[in-house]
């Protein structure tokens, strides 16, 4: 008998006894199950059962903490120092691991590195943002303010809480503080409009402004405040050219002669001498 005819012998058997096994199992199985109450809610017999999700199925997520944890510590730390500013919350170095994948413990330098960092607040167990100024509300920011009558930076009160832009245009809209722009940086600065504050001006500030000469045309005046960016508050051509159409004189209105006492005026003070001088003189 060749090799290949003992080969296709040997696979026959292994076939006839593989439906034998599954013929006994079958049948043991069907004893077990007539011997055992059905629950009521039970999924049918041919239901596919729910795979569950292999460590390898989840290749893209596993490759996204990979490249964070092989990323550059000053990329971990903006990662970090983000979360922190978002949220405003105090997380241990495991639920930072937990919430942005970045592994402080397995990273020391990191670590280290927020620690000492200005953004950042270690109380020796867990890391919370560290604004500039510890501002919570509104009115917390108001009374900073007016502890700077020569105005703060907007700079530096943008991170004292998540709603601070939205309460300095509140507070503008109030009027309980000026938002003005520095031509030199661009920046806003953040005014108390107080009358009871004292504000002081420099003598050589003082100086300038008076020494500035102005046009003596409106148009003038208004053209050179919109070339820096302000809106002026009146608009003199539109002004001008509604008293032409409604034909309204730009010309001052004639004084009223002065009423004087004549011989003709009926005198009924006369024990007061001194009124009618001017009627004896003439």
Same mark, same amino acid.
């Given at each position: 008998?060749?090799?290949? @005819?003992?080969?296709?012998? *040997?696979?026959?058997? /292994?076939?006839?006894?593989?439906?034998?096994?599954?013929?006994? %199992?079958? !049948? $043991?199985?069907?004893?077990?199950?007539?011997?055992?109450?059905?629950?009521?809610?039970?999924?049918?017999?041919?239901?596919?059962?729910?795979?569950?999700?292999?460590?390898?199925?989840?290749?893209?997520?596993?490759?996204?903490?990979?490249?964070?944890?092989?990323?550059?510590?000053?990329?971990?730390?903006?990662?970090?120092?983000?979360?922190?500013? @978002?949220?405003?919350?105090? *997380?241990?170095?495991? /639920?930072?691991?937990?919430?942005?994948?970045?592994?402080?413990? %397995?990273? !020391? $330098?990191?670590?280290?590195?927020?620690?000492?960092?200005?953004?950042?607040?270690?109380?020796?167990?867990?890391?919370?943002?560290?604004?500039?100024?510890?501002?919570?509300?509104?009115?917390?920011?108001?009374?900073?303010?007016?502890?700077?009558?020569?105005?703060?930076?907007?700079?530096?009160?943008?991170?004292?809480?998540?709603?601070?832009?939205?309460?300095?245009?509140?507070?503008?809209?109030?009027? /309980?503080?000026?938002?003005?722009?520095?031509?030199?940086?661009?920046?806003?600065? $953040?005014?108390?409009?107080?009358?009871?504050?004292?504000?002081?001006?420099?003598?050589?500030?003082?100086?300038?402004?008076?020494?500035?000469?102005?046009?003596?045309?409106?148009?003038?005046?208004?053209?050179?405040?919109?070339?820096?960016?302000?809106?002026?508050?009146?608009?003199?051509?539109?002004?001008?050219?509604?008293?032409?159409?409604?034909?309204?004189?730009?010309?001052?209105?004639?004084?009223?002669?002065?009423?004087?006492?004549?011989?003709?005026?009926?005198?009924?003070?006369?024990?007061?001498?001194?009124?009618?001088?001017?009627?004896?003189?003439?």
């Amino acid at each position: 008998m060749s090799l290949q @005819e003992k080969l296709d012998r *040997f696979k026959k058997q /292994q076939e006839k006894c593989q439906s034998t096994l599954t013929s006994i %199992a079958a !049948k $043991a199985g069907a004893v077990r199950n007539s011997s055992k109450p059905v629950p009521l809610n039970a999924p049918p017999a041919n239901a596919r059962v729910p795979v569950p999700i292999k460590f390898s199925d989840d290749t893209e997520r596993l490759q996204h903490i990979n490249s964070i944890r092989k990323a550059p510590v000053g990329a971990q730390m903006k990662r970090v120092i983000d979360l922190l500013f @978002e949220t405003r919350h105090a *997380f241990t170095p495991e /639920q930072i691991n937990e919430t942005c994948y970045v592994d402080m413990n %397995a990273n !020391k $330098a990191v670590f280290d590195s927020l620690a000492k960092n200005p953004k950042v607040h270690y109380d020796g167990t867990r890391f919370s943002y560290k604004s500039k100024h510890d501002l919570k509300d509104k009115n917390q920011l108001l009374v900073l303010v007016r502890k700077f009558p020569e105005g703060i930076a907007v700079i530096e009160l943008k991170d004292a809480y998540p709603t601070v832009m939205e309460d300095l245009q509140a507070l503008k809209a109030g009027g /309980q503080i000026w938002l003005l722009s520095n031509f030199d940086s661009q920046e806003d600065i $953040a005014y108390p409009n107080d009358p009871k504050v004292p504000i002081k001006v420099d003598d050589e500030l003082k100086q300038l402004f008076r020494g500035i000469e102005l046009p003596r045309d409106m148009l003038d005046i208004e053209k050179d405040l919109q070339k820096n960016g302000m809106k002026p508050a009146t608009n003199t051509a539109k002004r001008r050219a509604a008293a032409q159409v409604q034909g309204i004189s730009s010309k001052s209105k004639q004084k009223k002669k002065k009423h004087e006492i004549s011989k003709r005026t009926k005198l009924t003070n006369v024990h007061l001498p001194e009124l009618f001088q001017n009627l004896s003189n003439s």
